[in-house]
């Protein structure tokens, strides 16, 4: 059964929800494929939000309060910051056997 995010929104009346829901079926409908890889999880949000337009885009966003708008726009910003650091060749990673040599990529 593929879910659809918009007939989900149709659907439930409340936000919370509406959150509440499309997290609760994405996770039960692709829990046994998931290993915890940040890549797994963005392939559901992207399809969670593939058939929405901009208008449906527009409307989730204005349904926001203030306290949700900030958490997308911090988590927004730290993923393109964290991108930037990424392509900039900038850090190292700090594990233990690490220590004593050259940092291989």
Same mark, same amino acid.
Do not use: S, W
């Given at each position: 059964?593929?879910?659809?995010?918009?007939?989900?929104?149709?659907?439930?009346?409340?936000? $919370?929800?509406?959150?509440?829901?499309?997290?609760?079926?994405?996770?039960?409908?692709?829990?046994?494929?998931?290993?915890?890889?940040? #890549?797994?999880?963005?392939?559901?949000?992207?399809?969670?939000?593939?058939?929405?337009?901009?208008?449906?885009?527009?409307?989730?966003?204005?349904?926001?309060?203030?306290?949700?708008?900030?958490?997308?726009?911090?988590?927004?910003?730290? $993923?393109?910051?964290?991108?930037?650091?990424?392509? #900039?060749?900038?850090?190292?990673?700090?594990?233990?056997?690490?220590?004593?040599?050259?940092?291989?990529?």
């Amino acid at each position: 059964m593929e879910y659809k995010f918009l007939a989900a929104l149709a659907f439930y009346n409340y936000k $919370e929800v509406i959150y509440l829901k499309i997290i609760e079926d994405a996770f039960k409908m692709y829990k046994d494929h998931l290993t915890g890889d940040e #890549e797994d999880i963005l392939v559901v949000v992207f399809g969670l939000l593939d058939d929405c337009n901009h208008q449906d885009l527009d409307k989730l966003i204005r349904e926001l309060n203030h306290e949700e708008k900030f958490e997308m726009l911090v988590l927004y910003l730290y $993923e393109k910051l964290k991108e930037k650091v990424i392509q #900039e060749g900038i850090g190292h990673i700090g594990n233990i056997d690490d220590q004593n040599g050259p940092i291989l990529h």
